[in-house]
């Protein structure tokens, strides 16, 4: 059943109905509270500083082995990068010294488009300010430098023409078609093992690369080439990662002997102390490991730029040891515990992942952000792994709503009840927090990858829906995306589309007026996507080849035990011993399952209208011909419903897909599995595609992830799942994650009864063995009065795509499609 209720409304909906702070404001917040009312509703504005200073450093270094480049750029930065305390920071650390929301530019990666992006942002309306200082420094101190070095002016140049022609209209704008995103990030998702930095402290990892580099023969070759150079660049990142702490240490001491107020005085000089020990040190309070873990996650910041940002892994995990002893010892309180958390939690808020293409831009919106705290789970061992600290994660996410940090939870069949009660509490709240991982499904996959069984216990959600275990994956070329319905278009069409007319995008595989069956016409559909995946495949090769000639990582590098056994860079592309796991995504899955499923039955199977009827209704867009649309809307089967024809359809594309990624792999050996992650990508992926014949009108949004078409569940959220179910290719490991959005109306959660029912439909999500899931909890009536006066629904948050942003941020077709989507009840 689908019901919209205004009647009852979540906690979130409440607090902004009556006016209240996205701070609540309880006792012990009040620092929370005025430091969030310092920027959180400011503009972001990219900062110059990092790009300034990697490109003096590259100017100097020219001709030198790639990892030991960006070691000595990270040390200039560490050395001269301004630094800054805020009034209410305790947890220290910023990539820029700018207050308030900022991101930074990374113009080895897209350097040749810098000129031209900056004039761009700064006449139109951007999600972020470029300042008429940064600007000029783009222009006359940075781009000159990296046009024809950067690593997209190489990839552009190096795509064969019928691939290039896939992929971009010009170096500029992609077709969304295939779309590449190597150019605009360095590295997928990634999680760094900051329990060896807690462990060991730099100091350790240091003097580990000392001893290695001292048992090399500088007279054999690849000692000489790789591993000298390499370890170099290990003890150059360790040494800069410990000036940069200093600096706090340095500034906070300054800024202690001139504090007037007591109490503020004694938080400077304990900062100083902090950074003064940690990170060069191991941590020894929950302090201490607090601050080594952000300057780890600062400086991988201002080292490379990955898909939405660095994942903090399992903090309930590594932070437990220190978080007991402190309680123990009587060092510590939870609130006080609560207080450091929130103060990390504000830290991260500042920093927004900026991108400079209009396609990158197109598919990040709402500031996409996956700094994902992963808690729950099972231990190496295969226990559960909760424990009070994750308890505490749920509380701050409840008591003090803010869209950051990226909460994930991971269930398993023995999850315990009142673990999961209180998850589905915080879910109840309507933030959007926390998305949920299941164990019962991802640890059998990664076994079937080549894992082993303690190291897939112990994985960490990284990004929208993906996971990594830190010292087993090596894989972080960025990938590509796959427009499914202009496969399907393609072969309407034979080879064309109609955004590009004109243009022989695809094979030609005929006048589909003249099919006999519908296995013609499947047929013709698979020649399409099969050959947007050998676009893929090409581009992805080409990626891998290029990458380390253009990027590299010795932070993430000095903490991976492969990188350092084996003395050679994460980005290499084939660490020995590594698990080389990579992927593609399929967008607008379920509207070409609906479309395929409408021919299949109406023209086909019951005869109903033919397909030129089709054609002629999809060239007008519907024009006239709404009956016929009624029709393709209403009697097909629609995916979502737990509907063996649809759910078939949706198994096969899988399959087909799986086929290719069995039988190819990347330039390194890497097994690119199918994927169903478009971030935001459905809307401008739907921008290029015409009328569907599931009804659906040209250029409007596609389905996103793995959810259905927007509004064509009508069966409950449970046959949601059961369609999910149904439709993976369960005895195949060329897969990885399905995005699940599920939309549900207050009212059906609403009490102790909403909370159990909750919790069971959780439970039968687990026992589904279905990758991911995540909520939305908003009655439709409150999304519209947020687009009508969007200041007084400021602090709305939604679940987007595997991360929550706030409404209003979103453009109106983003926020149409999120209000589109099925609200259901159960």
Request: hydrophobic share 40%; net charge neutral; charged share 25%.
């Amino acid at each position: 059943m689908i019901e919209a209720c205004c009647d009852v409304l979540t906690p979130q909906e409440e607090r902004i109905i009556q006016g209240k702070p996205a701070s609540l404001e309880p006792a012990g917040r009040k620092r929370a509270h005025r430091y969030l009312e310092t920027f959180s509703n400011c503009m972001p504005v990219a900062c110059a500083d990092r790009a300034r200073l990697m490109t003096e450093s590259f100017r100097q270094s020219e001709g030198e082995p790639m990892v030991l480049r960006w070691a000595k750029a990270m040390m200039h930065i560490a050395r001269n990068l301004p630094v800054s305390i805020g009034p209410h920071d305790l947890i220290v650390g910023r990539a820029s010294a700018r207050a308030g929301r900022y991101g930074l530019l990374y113009p080895e990666l897209d350097g040749g488009l810098l000129e031209q992006a900056v004039d761009i942002i700064a006449k139109t309306q951007r999600p972020y300010v470029i300042t008429e200082d940064v600007a000029k420094v783009v222009k006359e101190d940075i781009a000159p430098y990296w046009k024809g070095r950067c690593f997209h002016d190489a990839l552009y140049s190096a795509l064969p023409e019928e691939t290039r022609t896939a992929l971009f209209l010009d170096a500029f704008r992609q077709r969304s078609i295939v779309t590449e995103t190597a150019s605009y990030r360095s590295s997928l998702q990634w999680v760094p093992d900051y329990e060896k930095v807690l462990k060991r402290g730099f100091k350790g990892l240091k003097q580990e690369a000392e001893q290695k580099l001292a048992a090399l023969d500088p007279f054999q070759p690849k000692d000489a080439l790789q591993r000298i150079p390499f370890l170099k660049a290990i003890i150059t990142i360790c040494e800069a990662v410990v000036v940069f702490a200093r600096r706090y240490a340095a500034l906070a001491s300054r800024m202690a002997e001139s504090e007037p107020d007591a109490q503020r005085r004694r938080e400077l000089l304990e900062i100083a102390a902090v950074c003064n020990w940690v990170p060069e040190n191991p941590a020894r309070t929950f302090r201490e490991a607090l601050q080594s873990q952000w300057l780890v996650s600062v400086f991988k910041r201002l080292e490379e730029k990955v898909g939405g940002s660095y994942s903090n892994g399992r903090m309930d995990q590594y932070l437990y040891p220190f978080y007991k002893r402190d309680l123990a010892a009587g060092m510590l309180t939870e609130d006080s515990a609560m207080e450091l958390l929130e103060n990390l939690w504000l830290n991260m808020a500042q920093f927004i992942n900026l991108y400079v293409s209009p396609t990158a831009i197109a598919y990040s919106e709402g500031y996409t952000h996956w700094e994902a705290v992963t808690i729950g789970g099972k231990t190496p061992a295969g226990r559960d792994a909760t424990n009070e600290l994750s308890y505490l994660f749920l509380r701050s996410k409840r008591e003090f709503p803010l869209n950051f940090p990226d909460l994930a939870v991971r269930i398993h069949a023995l999850t315990p009840d009142r673990f999961l009660r209180d998850v589905c509490e915080t879910i109840k709240d309507g933030s959007g927090f926390p998305k949920l991982f299941n164990d019962e499904e991802i640890i059998p996959l990664l076994i079937a990858k080549g894992a082993q069984l303690e190291e897939a216990n112990d994985y960490a959600a990284s990004g929208c829906t993906e996971v990594r275990m830190p010292n087993r994956d090596t894989y972080t070329s960025p990938i590509c995306w796959v427009n499914l319905p202009a496969a399907l278009e393609m072969t309407l069409y034979d080879g064309r589309m109609k955004k590009f007319p004109g243009e022989q995008l695809g094979p030609e595989t005929g006048d589909v007026t003249a099919f006999a069956t519908y296995a013609d016409f499947w047929k013709a559909y698979c020649i399409q996507q099969r050959n947007l995946l050998k676009h893929v495949f090409t581009t992805q090769s080409l990626v891998d080849k290029l990458r380390p000639n253009y990027v590299a990582t010795p932070l993430s590098s000095a903490l991976h035990d492969l990188c350092m056994n084996s003395c050679q860079d994460l980005h290499s592309g084939d660490v020995p011993g590594g698990l080389l796991l990579g992927f593609y995504d399929l967008v607008g899955f379920a509207t070409v399952i609906d479309s395929l499923a409408a021919i299949k039955k109406l023209v086909y199977e019951e005869k109903r209208i033919s397909m030129s009827e089709i054609l002629d209704a999809l060239e007008g867009n519907f024009a006239g011909k709404e009956p016929l649309r009624q029709l393709l809307l209403h009697h097909a089967p629609k995916f979502g419903n737990n509907d063996p024809t649809t759910d078939e359809i949706g198994r096969m594309i899988e399959e087909e897909a799986a086929g290719v990624s069995r039988k190819y792999t990347s330039y390194f050996g890497a097994e690119l599995d199918v994927r169903y992650v478009p971030l935001t990508m459905h809307i401008p992926c739907g921008k290029v595609i015409g009328a569907t014949p599931n009804g659906r009108k040209a250029w409007q949004y596609l389905s996103e992830g793995s959810s259905a078409s927007h509004g064509a569940d009508v069966n409950g959220p449970t046959a949601l799942l059961l369609s999910n179910a149904n439709s993976k290719a369960a005895g195949i490991k060329e897969r990885a994650a399905r995005l699940l959005n599920l939309k549900l109306s207050p009212a059906s959660v609403a009490g102790p009864e909403g909370t159990a029912k909750l919790m069971s439909l959780v439970r039968s999500f687990c026992d589904l063995k279905l990758w991911h899931i995540q909520f939305n909890i908003v009655s439709k009536p409150t999304l519209l009065a947020a687009q009508a006066e969007p200041e007084k629904y400021r602090n709305l948050l939604v679940r987007v795509a595997g991360y929550s942003a706030y409404f209003v941020d979103l453009s109106p077709e983003l926020q149409n499609e999120i209000i589109a989507r099925t609200e259901h009840s159960f």
